[in-house]
């Protein structure tokens, strides 16, 4: 979040970009971010719960 503020905040300042396409940009890009984030972390949570079901079966040979 605070990252995004303070690139909000230089873009509107430095390059003179109207601060309601800033905000509009960077609100895409923070919902694209989340939803991404949570489907690739979904399948590396379901494939770790996976192997760790596997491991827990383990006999002695």
Request: aromatic fraction near 14%; charged fraction near 15%.
């Amino acid at each position: 979040v605070f990252g995004y503020g303070c690139s909000a905040f230089l873009d509107t300042i430095l390059y003179a970009e109207p601060f309601t396409k800033v905000f509009t940009q960077l609100s895409i890009i923070a919902i694209g971010n989340t939803i991404l984030i949570a489907i690739v972390g979904f399948f590396i949570l379901k494939s770790v719960a996976k192997r760790n079901k596997q491991s827990r079966n383990l006999t002695e040979a």
